[in-house]
């Protein structure tokens, strides 16, 4: 083993001595939790694409009208289906990673129980027009209440678990881990209810300290906890470099938070406050290579385990994705290039990159490999994960690319005022329909990925796979 | 240093949220004391200064003209800001007058704030006053009989929704106007 590189703690101990130790029972009401919303908000998100391409398809229920979709189908992904299931992973993780028994599993069904009422609140309460108007908080104050209160249930049972460890050395993933516990608390308050004591810019300012940094601060950190943790153990190689995993974790936690007004560039936000924030995002890179450098050197001499190991394939091809979106976001705050791609389809190619090809791609990872592992079984079909993978993969191509196209050039049109706005939206209309394909293909994915694991749990293992 | 967090989870906890606040701080709490046009509402009575006019606070008609903005999602599409960039003056412009540039103290009273991220249909910054009222009961009920190749979505439930609809109006009207910026007062009721 060269010099630095470090194998999870507990890793030595092997994972069968642990096995009986752990229940597991929140981890896996988590897993399924999430993966049902994958399915359900997964068809939300088709529904808001085919909107694009037919607009008056069902256009007039006002419960199922697009500006009251978009929020199910965004607070749904983030918070019904990505944060549960990395909630799971972090249930599963941190035990293990501590050599003790997770602090208390009734706590943490309980957190489940509360996160279901409050997703499943979402989904009665979007549809029915009562948001807050603020972008990634559109969630009804009472149920940001109950997620204040589920987070902290959360909280304490980690921190709880991390205070009687019995391995004294924290391996990279528990400081992501609390990271995320501690730094989302602000991050969600300032966004969920600073917010509704201020007005205009003002208020402008705070939601989009929150946007990029529930981003940034929340799904950054746990994604990289599971792809910390399961890039070894899925490729049973030691990780590259702890000094280099220090690097990413404490310039992430000083770099992040200064970022939120490059999401006003040339908006009315004062000009040394954009200025800063082009700055600081800039430094972004630092972060991001240090972590993408220690994953690649982790694979070093064993890509070839991605021919037949698809929670490898999800973690790497995730990790590429990483690179490539904080490549991009840290280009878009240059001034020259947000004149062209800011507010334009470009964007939600670049969130879907971060949001399902970098960090679905780690928590869906994660879930092929704890799967078997929670139900003591195998995996209902490696024929059918593989499916799942180029169905994502090949559908997120399509998506991200087609929207980086469109998007470039809806932005160079708009640029020259000659041309009448109306012929921009013509322009992108075939944009839009290949998005729609491309989201059939990413459904597929879900249908695959979820029916599987399902499957799994079920415990139907499909011989000949 | 570093290899005491490895070890002591307090001292990381506490080095980690240290160096998260000094950004947060500076970022959210600073900025609206140092820039004060953050807070205050526009007014100008010098055209030498650029347009002139005041910004008036929300009546009742028009907050609920903001709420049922927020409920149908209209912001997802439609942004409310003119940037600092050529193009978007001239396309908030109107009858080849281009539009000021938005700037913070246009907004003051905004709970919530209508910025916006995604601009799917034009900008909203400066259309107070561009269409008249059947214009925009027309276009509710089907944008594409205003608009062929428009993707919005029709919203008939407001159309015909008298309350609804002059609510939504109200506030539509008001957007932009607090800086006066045509050269003849040549609004659309």
């Not at chain 1, 936690?253 to 006003?264: E, K, P, Q, R």
């Not at chain 1, 040394?272 to 082009?278: C, G, K, M, P």
Request: glycine share 8%; aromatic share 14%; proline share 6%.
């Amino acid at each position: 083993m060269p010099e630095g590189r470090v194998a999870p703690v507990g890793a030595a101990a092997g994972q069968t001595a642990q096995q009986g130790l752990h229940t597991d029972t929140t981890a896996k009401w988590f897993l399924l939790s999430s993966i049902a919303y994958f399915f359900i908000v997964g068809i939300v998100a088709l529904t808001i694409a085919a909107k694009f391409v037919w607009p008056e398809l069902l256009g007039t229920v006002p419960y199922l009208t697009y500006g009251r979709l978009r929020p199910l189908h965004v607070n749904g992904m983030l918070f019904g289906w990505l944060l549960p299931c990395d909630m799971a992973m972090v249930y599963f993780i941190v035990p293990r990673l501590c050599g003790v028994k997770l602090w208390s599993e009734k706590l943490g069904v309980a957190t489940a129980a509360l996160w279901n009422v409050i997703v499943l609140g979402a989904v009665v309460m979007l549809p029915a027009g009562l948001n807050k108007g603020l972008e990634y908080a559109e969630l009804p104050t009472s149920l940001s209440v109950l997620v204040v209160i589920a987070w902290i249930m959360f909280g304490i049972n980690i921190f709880g678990t991390i205070l009687t460890r019995k391995y004294e050395q924290m391996y990279v993933s528990i400081w992501y881990i609390m990271g995320t516990i501690l730094w989302t608390a602000f991050v969600y308050l300032t966004g969920n209810f600073a917010t509704q004591f201020t007005t205009g810019v003002n208020q402008a300012n705070l939601n989009w300290m929150y946007v990029h940094n529930a981003v940034g601060l929340i799904f950054t950190p746990v994604g990289l906890a599971v792809a910390y943790y399961f890039i070894p153990r899925a490729s049973t190689q030691p990780l590259y470099n702890h000094r280099l995993s220090m690097v990413g974790f404490w310039s992430l936690s000083f770099v992040y938070v200064w970022t939120g007004a490059h999401h006003m560039l040339h908006g009315p936000i004062s000009q040394w406050l954009q200025t800063i924030a082009i700055a600081f995002s800039l430094m972004l890179l630092i972060p991001v290579w240090a972590v993408v450098w220690n994953f690649f050197g982790t694979m070093k001499g064993q890509w070839h385990q991605l021919r037949d190991n698809v929670p490898l394939k999800f973690l790497m091809s995730g990790t590429v994705f990483y690179l490539l979106t904080c490549f991009q976001g840290p280009m878009h705050s240059l001034r020259t290039v947000n004149a062209i791609v800011s507010k334009t389809d470009w964007i939600p190619g670049h969130a879907h990159m971060a949001l399902l090809g970098c960090f679905s791609f780690f928590a869906i990872a994660g879930a092929y490999y704890v799967a078997p592992r929670l139900w003591r079984t195998e995996l209902h079909s490696d024929a059918l994960a593989n499916w799942s993978f180029w169905f994502f993969m090949i559908g997120g191509l399509g998506f991200f690319v087609t929207l980086w196209l469109g998007g470039f050039w809806q932005g160079w049109q708009w640029n020259n005022p000659a041309i009448p706005f109306i012929d921009t939206v013509k322009a992108l209309h075939p944009v839009w329909l290949v998005r729609f394909c491309s989201g059939v293909l990413m459904f597929c994915g879900i249908v695959s990925f979820a029916y599987n694991i399902m499957a799994t749990v079920v415990n139907r293992r499909e011989e000949h796979a | 240093m570093l290899n005491r967090a490895d070890k002591s989870a307090g001292f990381a906890i506490g080095a980690a949220l240290v160096l998260f606040f000094i950004g947060g701080t500076l970022t959210t709490v600073i900025p609206p004391l140092v820039d004060k046009s953050w807070g205050r509402p526009f007014e100008n009575h010098d055209p030498s200064k650029g347009p002139t006019g005041k910004l008036r606070p929300y009546t009742e008609l028009e907050k609920h003209g903001l709420a049922i903005y927020t409920r149908e999602g209209c912001w997802y599409c439609h942004t409310q800001q003119t940037r600092t960039l050529v193009a978007d003056t001239k396309r908030s412009g109107w009858r080849g007058v281009d539009s000021p540039i938005s700037t913070p103290d246009e907004f003051v009273y905004d709970q919530p704030h209508m910025f916006g991220t995604k601009r799917t249909g034009p900008d909203l910054s400066r259309v107070g006053g561009k269409y008249n009222t059947q214009w925009h009961r027309t276009h509710f009920r089907n944008p594409r009989d205003l608009t062929p190749g428009s993707v919005m979505p029709p919203f008939p439930w407001i159309a015909n929704d008298e309350g609804e609809f002059q609510a939504l109006l109200a506030y539509i009207q008001r957007l932009g106007r607090a800086k006066d910026w045509r050269p003849d007062g040549d609004y659309e009721q």
